[in-house]
């Protein structure tokens, strides 16, 4: 993947086209007759209690804890929690910091913290991916057509973690630590322009089906040895310059605009990087309203695509399937199940009210599908297509930021999952 001053010039001008027509694209769209409740105004129903007139909050709390057992973790526990907020203009628009804690029985530790904010009326823009696990997770093989020697049998997840002993697994255990971070400045309407930092460090890296001996060679090993990488640590670091759109009316749950976002990372070797490498991710996602009454009748559009050059990134800093920053692409598969030098993303998601008239509850029906190559074995994008499909439903836990408790369930090529969280998964 080589990308020209040309390309880049390109990009940036179709990308400030699009945020000039956008500028007066999002208006306010009428509930009619319904007021829209949530689940403290349920509850207070549910009491008897009268209607209780609450202003308009610029910020709201969304703690829950987290407990779960599944072969994968064993016994898991913790907390994770979603704070919302925005400034006290009437434009300013909602900011979200959200993270989660939890350790296994099994000695796995994950922290998260996610965080994407506006600052000064909406000129400053944070987003932000911080992450420390002490991990394991199995690989499966570059490319869509993987593993190689077969079709697994049915795998099952929940929240992305794989449940599976299938024999043509590859399980690791692994340290990753993640530090993005990006600041962009308003140019003009709804378009941005900024730069970041990114860091990815694995260590301590074990390929538990790996054995010299016998032989028996993993994905990972055989891909580390190929193009000179260690098998046991690295690290990816570097720089990034981003573009951005965004005329969504609500970062949490948008029932109408567009976001769109061009990241291009330099990754130099002075910087720490095991290889100088390029990397150019784009992501686009759009809300499109089927009802002027009922706006949450909708439907959205996602497409994430990450381009790498072949043999200049480490195994496990592949693009690869769930690991973009919320960690919500692919449902119907485990995270990480699909990795290549290249990789595609698109997904469409239906979503209406399932109350009459309240709105508390919802409803999703999604599709998507995945496409990764594999230069070493020729394989190139679309020439295998992994589908994924579900459904899931909403609560309405916080009306005014339009926060959403969710519960979905995915289903893929031999595979299923249930995945839990707070807002929209796009």
């Not at 973009?324 to 239906?350: A, F, I, V």
């Not at 994924?388 to 009306?399: A, S």
Request: net charge positive; aromatic share 14%; charged share 20%.
């Amino acid at each position: 993947m080589r990308l020209t001053m040309r390309h880049l010039l390109t990009l940036i001008l179709l990308m400030y086209s699009i945020a000039l027509n956008a500028q007066d694209s999002v208006q306010l769209v009428r509930q009619g007759d319904c007021d829209q409740k949530d689940l403290p105004d349920v509850i207070r129903d549910w009491r008897n209690k009268p209607p209780k007139q609450r202003k308009e909050k610029n910020s709201s709390l969304l703690l829950v804890p987290v407990i779960a057992s599944n072969p994968a973790t064993g016994f898991q526990f913790g907390a994770a929690g979603q704070y919302v907020f925005k400034g006290k203009q009437p434009k300013d628009l909602y900011s979200s910091i959200s993270g989660n804690a939890t350790v296994t029985s099994k000695g796995q530790t994950m922290l998260q913290l996610k965080n994407n904010i506006y600052l000064k009326n909406n000129k400053i823009f944070l987003s932000g991916d911080w992450r420390l696990f002490l991990f394991s997770q199995s690989t499966y093989g570059l490319g869509t057509n993987t593993p190689e020697g077969g079709i697994l049998k049915y795998q099952y997840g929940v929240n992305g973690t794989e449940v599976s002993d299938d024999s043509l697994v590859q399980p690791m255990k692994f340290n990753h630590f993640r530090f993005y971070q990006s600041i962009y400045w308003k140019v003009s309407g709804h378009f941005y322009m900024g730069f970041g930092y990114n860091l990815d460090k694995f260590s301590k890296i074990n390929d538990l089906k790996l054995d010299t001996v016998r032989p028996l060679y993993t994905s990972h090993y055989s891909y580390s040895k190929r193009y000179g990488f260690s098998t046991t640590s690295y690290k990816l670091a570097g720089l990034n310059v981003n573009l951005m759109i965004d005329t969504r009316d609500n970062m949490i749950n948008p029932y109408k605009g567009i976001y769109a976002n061009l990241i291009y990372r330099l990754n130099p070797e002075f910087l720490g990087s095991e290889l100088t490498a390029n990397v150019l991710s784009v992501e686009w996602r759009s809300y499109h309203s089927l009802s002027k009454t009922k706006p949450r009748k909708l439907i959205g559009f996602w497409l994430l695509g990450t381009f790498t050059e072949a043999g200049r990134l480490p195994y496990m800093v592949l693009p690869a399937l769930g690991y973009d920053q919320r960690g919500r692409s692919g449902r119907g598969y485990t995270q990480g199940r699909y990795r290549g030098q290249n990789m595609l993303y698109l997904e469409s998601e239906y979503r209406f009210p399932i109350s009459p008239c309240s709105g508390v509850l919802g409803g999703v029906l999604f599709a998507n599908v995945t496409t990764s190559d594999r230069p070493d074995k020729n394989e190139r994008l679309f020439d295998y297509m992994a589908p994924g499909y579900g459904f899931g439903l909403r609560m309405m836990v916080d009306k005014h930021s339009r926060t959403n408790l969710q519960v979905d369930f995915g289903f893929g090529k031999k595979s299923a999952g249930i995945y839990f969280g707070a807002a929209e998964t796009f």
